[in-house]
């Protein structure tokens, strides 16, 4: 095997452990940047969990994908969970305090009010669904 090809893959390698350790970092920081944010919301309610939904009213995968998938979930688990959507371009200082860089993003909240999962652009139904712990109830 040719020396540089293996040093290239090397490198390749390399970058996408940073790159993931990166993204890691982030999320973690995020997480942590959120708790004790809830209160900024008057309709928050301690006791179930939620989705703290950043979007603007310009952001395509917000409207096409994100929204819907939200609307099916509340659909379908709207008495197991609550939804607070927050318009990112109307509302900069929530987005900017919760360290929002792009939309559509979700922030998952347990039921006790701590923050669990963030996801940066557009979640799945299922994603959602594990990551708020809604398996287990059925229609």
């Known amino acids: 095997?040719?020396?540089e090809l293996v040093e290239r893959l090397l490198l390749s390698v390399l970058l996408s452990a940073l790159a993931v350790a990166a993204y890691l970092f982030l999320n973690r920081y995020l997480l942590r940047r959120a708790s004790g944010k809830?209160?900024?919301f008057p309709s928050y309610?301690?006791?179930r969990p939620a989705l703290v939904?950043?979007?603007t009213p310009t952001c395509a995968p917000c409207k096409t994908v994100q929204r819907p998938v939200i609307e099916r979930l509340k659909n379908r688990y709207g008495e197991w969970f609550q939804v607070i959507e927050v318009d990112a371009s109307r509302q900069p200082e929530i987005a900017q305090e919760w360290g929002v860089m792009?939309?559509?993003t979700t922030f998952v909240?347990?039921?006790s009010g701590k923050p669990?999962?963030?996801?940066q652009g557009v979640a799945t139904a299922e994603k959602l669904i594990q990551q708020l712990e809604l398996e287990?109830?059925?229609i």
């Not at 669990?116 to 996801?119: D, E, I, P, Q, T």
């Open 1 to 3: 095997m040719n020396v």
């Open 38 to 40: 809830l209160a900024r």
């Open 45 to 47: 309610r301690v006791g």
């Open 53 to 55: 939904y950043f979007s």
């Open 102 to 104: 792009t939309v559509p």
């Open 109 to 111: 909240i347990d039921a």
């Open 116 to 119: 669990r999962y963030v996801n």
């Open 136 to 138: 287990d109830f059925s």
